[in-house]
């Protein structure tokens, strides 16, 4: 019998130190403090692609079309296909110069054979815009 009441007293003061009361009725449970719980783990939100800043172009140089309606083709060739024509005051980045057809221009810009590969127009990338790579436009009707 001693032991019986020993092992009571000593649940009893185990109860009472982790601060229960001994009262296992629904409302002393329902009054207990809620089971803590592990914080939960914060993860980085994505940035919707509305709000992600355009590609940089990597390299190269900015110039400015220094004439109107100056033609962006998918070769360096006058008988390329149009991608687009760009105004007077117009940035393109290009990433390259390359030799193509030879042309001669009237009233603006130099003649001669060396083309320009650009990737960017206006800030906006040619893939983006056209759905091409690149497009090229005759060296001599930018700055």
Not at 6 to 28: E, I, K, M
Not at 61 to 71: E, F, Q, S
Request: aromatic share 4%.
């Amino acid at each position: 019998m001693l032991r019986v009441i020993a092992t009571l007293a000593l649940a009893a003061s185990l109860l009472a130190a982790c601060g229960g009361n001994g009262d296992a009725s629904p409302s002393a449970a329902a009054s207990a403090a809620p089971p803590q719980t592990e914080a939960p783990i914060a993860t980085p939100e994505t940035t919707p692609a509305a709000d992600t800043p355009p590609p940089t172009p990597a390299g190269g140089v900015t110039v400015t079309a220094i004439c109107g309606a100056v033609a962006l083709r998918a070769e360096p060739k006058k008988s390329a296909q149009l991608v687009t024509r760009i105004a007077e005051g117009s940035t393109v980045h290009v990433s390259g110069r390359v030799k193509g057809d030879k042309y001669v221009v009237s009233g603006c810009g130099t003649s001669g054979s060396a083309w320009v590969r650009i990737d960017f127009i206006d800030g906006i990338p040619v893939m983006e815009t056209y759905g091409v790579p690149e497009a090229f436009a005759a060296a001599g009707f930018f700055k």
